[in-house]
Protein backbone atom coordinates (compact mmCIF):
# COMPACT_ATOMS: atom_id res chain seq x y z
CA UNK A 1 0.00 0.00 0.00
CA UNK A 2 1.32 3.91 -1.17
CA UNK A 3 -0.49 6.91 0.20
CA UNK A 4 0.67 10.27 -1.83
CA UNK A 5 -0.71 13.37 -0.45
CA UNK A 6 -0.84 16.51 -1.81
CA UNK A 7 -2.60 20.03 -1.38
CA UNK A 8 -0.91 21.89 0.95
CA UNK A 9 0.59 25.47 0.93
CA UNK A 10 0.53 28.54 2.26
CA UNK A 11 -2.58 30.55 3.17
CA UNK A 12 -4.01 33.19 5.15
CA UNK A 13 -6.03 32.52 8.46
CA UNK A 14 -9.81 32.32 7.30
CA UNK A 15 -8.78 31.30 3.62
CA UNK A 16 -9.82 27.07 2.24
CA UNK A 17 -7.41 24.26 1.41
CA UNK A 18 -8.17 20.76 0.05
CA UNK A 19 -5.81 17.83 0.61
CA UNK A 20 -5.72 14.72 -1.33
CA UNK A 21 -4.31 11.67 -0.93
CA UNK A 22 -4.00 8.98 -3.44
CA UNK A 23 -4.37 4.96 -2.32
CA UNK A 24 -2.79 2.44 -4.56
CA UNK A 25 -2.19 -1.25 -3.63
CA UNK A 26 -4.56 -3.21 -2.53
CA UNK A 27 -6.84 -1.01 -0.13
CA UNK A 28 -10.40 -1.45 -1.15
CA UNK A 29 -12.09 -2.73 1.64
CA UNK A 30 -8.86 -3.88 3.64
CA UNK A 31 -8.19 -0.27 4.55
CA UNK A 32 -9.73 3.10 5.92
CA UNK A 33 -8.13 6.18 5.24
CA UNK A 34 -7.64 9.32 7.28
CA UNK A 35 -5.67 12.46 8.09
CA UNK A 36 -3.44 13.06 11.03
CA UNK A 37 -1.31 16.51 11.75
CA UNK A 38 1.97 17.27 13.42
CA UNK A 39 2.21 21.21 14.79
CA UNK A 40 5.71 22.48 14.98
CA UNK A 41 6.63 20.95 18.13
CA UNK A 42 4.36 18.98 18.97
CA UNK A 43 3.12 15.20 18.72
CA UNK A 44 0.57 13.97 15.95
CA UNK A 45 -2.76 13.70 16.35
CA UNK A 46 -5.43 12.30 14.23
CA UNK A 47 -7.59 15.07 12.75
CA UNK A 48 -10.22 13.08 10.65
CA UNK A 49 -11.28 9.62 9.78
CA UNK A 50 -13.49 7.86 7.58
CA UNK A 51 -14.95 4.63 7.99
CA UNK A 52 -14.02 1.95 5.47
CA UNK A 53 -17.43 2.09 4.14
CA UNK A 54 -17.07 5.13 3.92
CA UNK A 55 -20.77 5.88 6.08
CA UNK A 56 -18.80 7.16 9.15
CA UNK A 57 -16.73 10.30 9.90
CA UNK A 58 -14.83 11.09 13.01
CA UNK A 59 -13.68 14.18 13.96
CA UNK A 60 -11.52 15.79 16.42
CA UNK A 61 -13.31 18.61 18.10
CA UNK A 62 -11.46 21.57 17.06
CA UNK A 63 -11.81 21.30 13.46
CA UNK A 64 -15.07 20.15 13.46
CA UNK A 65 -17.82 22.11 11.66
CA UNK A 66 -14.59 23.90 9.64
CA UNK A 67 -12.90 20.30 7.84
CA UNK A 68 -14.73 17.56 5.94
CA UNK A 69 -13.06 14.02 5.04
CA UNK A 70 -14.18 12.84 2.22
CA UNK A 71 -13.66 9.92 -0.53
CA UNK A 72 -13.93 9.06 -4.08
CA UNK A 73 -13.75 5.04 -3.59
CA UNK A 74 -13.35 4.50 -7.48
CA UNK A 75 -10.40 6.69 -7.78
CA UNK A 76 -9.35 5.33 -4.11
CA UNK A 77 -8.56 9.23 -3.12
CA UNK A 78 -9.76 10.85 0.46
CA UNK A 79 -9.79 14.51 0.66
CA UNK A 80 -10.01 16.51 3.64
CA UNK A 81 -11.45 20.02 2.75
CA UNK A 82 -10.34 22.57 5.70
CA UNK A 83 -12.41 25.66 5.36
CA UNK A 84 -11.95 29.05 8.00
CA UNK A 85 -8.65 28.15 8.55
CA UNK A 86 -6.40 29.41 11.49
CA UNK A 87 -3.14 29.49 12.78
CA UNK A 88 -2.84 26.59 14.82
CA UNK A 89 -4.36 24.99 12.13
CA UNK A 90 -0.18 24.67 10.83
CA UNK A 91 0.96 21.80 10.50
CA UNK A 92 2.10 18.69 8.35
CA UNK A 93 -0.41 16.59 7.31
CA UNK A 94 -0.15 13.23 6.85
CA UNK A 95 -2.60 10.32 5.63
CA UNK A 96 -3.19 7.05 7.27
CA UNK A 97 -4.79 3.61 6.45
CA UNK A 98 -5.75 1.48 8.91
CA UNK A 99 -6.04 -2.42 8.56
CA UNK A 100 -10.02 -2.94 8.56
CA UNK A 101 -8.88 -6.40 10.15
CA UNK A 102 -8.05 -5.44 13.81
CA UNK A 103 -6.31 -2.12 12.69
CA UNK A 104 -6.37 0.35 15.13
CA UNK A 105 -5.94 4.17 14.41
CA UNK A 106 -3.59 4.72 17.64
CA UNK A 107 -0.89 2.69 14.90
CA UNK A 108 -1.64 3.01 11.54
CA UNK A 109 -0.32 0.65 9.58
CA UNK A 110 0.96 2.96 6.69
CA UNK A 111 1.52 6.65 6.29
CA UNK A 112 1.86 8.73 3.82
CA UNK A 113 4.45 11.41 3.20
CA UNK A 114 3.74 14.80 4.76
CA UNK A 115 2.37 17.84 3.08
CA UNK A 116 2.46 21.46 5.13
CA UNK A 117 0.22 24.28 5.75
CA UNK A 118 0.89 26.68 6.52
CA UNK A 119 -1.66 29.43 8.05
CA UNK A 120 -0.54 33.01 8.63
CA UNK A 121 -2.94 35.43 10.60
Known amino acids: VQLQASGGGSVKAGDSLTLSCAAS????????LGWFRQAPGKGREIVAT????????YYIDSIKGRFTISEDNARRVVYLRMNSLKSEDTAVYYC???????????????WGQGTLVTVSS
Open 25 to 32: GRTAGYYA
Open 96 to 110: AARSTRGGRWSRPNY
Open 50 to 57: MSESGTST
